[in-house]
């Protein structure tokens, strides 16, 4: 239960640092780019923020919330000790990244004879030892505020003797993500004995190669038609680099059927016996396989199982609802979810025929090959579009319908005489532009290692000579970058550094910096934009603010106000979430909360609106899910959110999966119990200034 650090996906500060001043007595200062205004700004923060920043983000709560991980780690560590006590010794436990110390409590409840839990985050620490005393532990168990591999032991060491029970859990999405195998490879060597248990005690790897046009287009830039005869093609480099090893972990529960076709059968490709200790550092496995089907395999689905006792009786597995062994009714989890490796390049196999299926790791990451000659080296991207565009960004750029959207509403605009401006991160607007007949194209790419992968695009296209790409922002922007008068301003709008849908005002404010540049009749794409809500009921993702109170009989009530806390004095108010991936129900009709006119420069004044709506059903509040459509013309409109209007009756929600929707988490989870009787009040504020729009969402009778 150590502090993961690779599941931060959802707990990210939507300002990241830029670096920090701090003058003596005197509370430090941090640096941030501001992602909608895209203005340099200080902010005053505690001493302790780092720390503060941490356990707001940790996904503990997610972690503890997981009932069927916490009632199998209490079966295994009572077998261990008892397994231990039928051998005639004293059961001695050490617990590695004890967290909330629910496992040292757990073993020390359970007959243990010593329990040491060692936590290397002081703030957790401290917790632990507040919570192991409040539940009547705190003789028993000893908190090392150390990590493992500093650990001594010895009569003058952290430890009298080396354990012979380690219960950990310092796992992620990938398994060893979190540095399963040094940390255990290391406690074998130097903290534990040769015949001890480990809970769990082994682990088993699964894979299934599939065949997916949906998810390969989140792997590789495919061809972009814009006229019968031309289309926008990936340079050789892009064709050629295999990508990189890092994983896409998905809720694949939500990735439907008709999505992808399996090409082999789940298969076992790596086991690892955490009680021996007899895997290395790096490792390689080929399991032969014949193919379900003829087809292409794109990529492969992993997820993991562990065997909790050493009979192997108890398990515990992260396997999708369709592969698990409790079909539709397995439980819901998010800090483990399975992952997408996608192949260096699609493989093409024949029904029946024989396939090698080959998995590599290293210390922290796995990586898959099929039917491959001579050495597998970890993939390293060699295009740069790997390390700039995410998975979501490369599936947004190929969307067909989203690209043929922008293309009908250009065509109407560019003319042979037309100069265009484009002003988005990585985007194919000023080819589309420039193939469409304009005489000359800008784009504003201020990220150096996206405009490097823009300009090998660009020269793969042949479009050097009426493409100029523009390292400055909007905002830094010379008289002197550009020769003639803007007839089309352009923009999806999509900026590395928006993390939630509004964060792409950004290009309003780029747009009113580049006023002087635009000509009278200057055309702006998109025009405006409308910020759209709705009131949802969540399956399971209010897990991640909810306190966890009593967990297995333990009184965890001091880490619940440690953690809110912490969220309220970090964490903005707003969470980004990729919506498909959670399921839940619309709690009222989406609605629109307010509009912006883009053909118009910002306004000085703030944006206020106030309104109400009525709830559709009966259920729980969860929150506000929040996203923008912009309309790029009169006619068009592309979503960031939801795909389908919602109204009476209607529960099916279609989420826009390249997009990540913003979720204002209503603190009381407030019950309707009587959509009759309530409604959603609410107001909203945009402030110019700073760029931030503050929201109130309450529920109130009619």
């Keep these: 239960m150590s502090l993961p650090v690779k599941c931060l996906k959802n707990f990210v500060k939507l300002s990241q640092p830029l670096g920090r001043m701090a003058c003596k007595d005197a509370a430090p200062l941090t640096s941030r780019i501001n992602p909608t205004t895209g203005k340099l700004e200080w902010v005053v923060e505690d001493e302790n923020y780092d720390f503060v920043q941490e356990i707001a983000r940790s996904a503990y709560t997610d972690m503890l919330h997981d009932d069927d991980r916490n009632k199998k780690y209490l079966i295994g560590i009572k077998k261990a000790i008892a397994a231990i006590h039928a051998r005639g010794q004293t059961a001695d436990v050490l617990d590695i990244g004890t967290g909330t110390g629910l496992l040292a409590m757990m073993a020390a409840q359970n007959g243990a004879d010593t329990v040491h ?21 705190g003789e028993k168990i000893k908190v090392i505020m150390k990590r493992s591999t500093e650990v001594t032991v010895g009569p003058d060491g952290d430890l009298p003797r080396r354990a012979n029970i380690l219960p950990a859990e310092v796992f992620d999405t990938e398994l060893i993500g979190e540095g399963a195998v040094p940390t255990y490879l290391h406690a074998h060597r130097h903290l534990l004995t040769e015949d001890c248990i480990c809970v769990p005690h082994s682990a088993t790897v699964y894979a299934q190669v599939v065949q997916s046009d949906h998810l390969h287009l989140s792997h590789k830039l495919q061809p972009i038609r814009i006229t019968e005869n031309d289309d926008i093609i990936a340079h050789e480099k892009m ?39 007899d895997f290395s550092q790096r490792g390689t496995n080929t399991v032969n396989v014949p193919s379900l089907v003829s087809g292409q395999c794109h990529c492969v689905f992993m997820w993991w199982e562990l065997q909790m006792d050493t009979e192997g009786e108890v398990t515990l597995s992260t396997a999708p609802t369709w592969a698990h062994p409790e079909g539709a009714r397995a439980p819901w989890r998010d800090h483990w979810m399975q992952a997408v490796y996608y192949l260096p390049k699609p493989v093409t196999v024949q029904v029946g025929q024989s396939m090698d299926v080959t998995v590599s790791h290293d210390d922290y990451s796995l990586w898959f090959t099929v039917n491959s000659q001579g050495p597998v080296e970890r993939p390293i991207c060699q295009c740069g579009a790997h390390a700039v565009w995410s998975r979501p960004r490369f599936a947004m750029l190929n969307d067909s319908l989203r690209n043929a959207q922008f293309i009908s509403a250009l065509k109407k605009v560019v003319t042979a005489s037309s100069t265009c401006l484009s002003v988005s991160d990585g985007s194919m607007l000023p080819l589309f532009a420039a193939k469409l007949g304009a005489e000359k194209v800008y784009s504003i790419e201020p990220h150096s290692l996206s405009r490097r992968v823009m300009k090998d695009i660009i020269r793969a296209n042949q479009q050097s000579n009426k493409i100029t790409v523009i390292p400055e922002s909007a905002q830094e922007l010379k008289p002197e970058c550009i020769q003639s008068k803007i007839d089309v301003l352009i923009a999806e709008p999509f900026f590395i550094s928006s993390l939630l849908p509004w964060h792409s005002l950004y290009f309003w404010y780029c747009r009113t910096s580049l006023a002087q540049h635009l000509s009278d009749d200057a055309v702006i794409l998109p025009r405006g934009a409308c910020l759209k809500a709705v009131a949802m009921e969540f399956d399971h993702l209010w897990k991640f603010y909810a306190p966890v109170g009593d967990l297995e009989g333990f009184d965890v009530r001091i880490f ?37 006119d883009f053909t118009k420069c910002i306004p000085d004044e703030p944006i206020n609106v106030a309104g109400e709506i009525n709830f559709l059903r009966p259920g729980t509040c969860h929150g506000i899910a929040l996203w923008m459509d912009f309309d790029i013309d009169d006619k068009t409109t592309t979503t960031t959110g939801l795909r389908n209007s919602l109204g ?20 009381q989870n407030p019950i309707i119990d009587d959509e009759r009787r309530h409604k959603l009040v609410y107001k909203a504020s945009f402030k110019p200034s700073s760029g931030s729009i503050f929201f109130d969402f309450e529920v109130a009778d009619r």
Aim: charged residues 25%; hydrophobic residues 30%; negative net charge.
């Design 117 to 137: 839990a060692c936590e290397a985050f002081e703030p957790i620490g401290r917790a632990a030892q507040k919570i192991i005393a409040k539940n009547g532990f």
């Design 239 to 277: 064709n050629q680099c295999g990508g990189s090893a890092s994983v896409y972990d998905l809720q694949l529960s939500q990735v439907t059927p008709d999505q992808f076709q399996p090409i082999t059968e789940p298969i076992e490709v790596l086991n690892f016996n955490f009680s021996k200790g």
């Design 560 to 596: 619940d106000d440690l953690t809110q806390k912490a969220s309220q004095d970090t964490d903005d108010t707003e969470e980004p979430h990729h919506l498909w991936e959670y399921p839940g129900r619309p709690m009222t009709s989406d609605f629109g909360l307010m509009t912006f």
């Design 648 to 667: 009476p009756g209607e529960d099916k929600l279609d989420w826009c999966r390249m997009w990540k929707q913003g979720v204002r988490f209503m603190k």
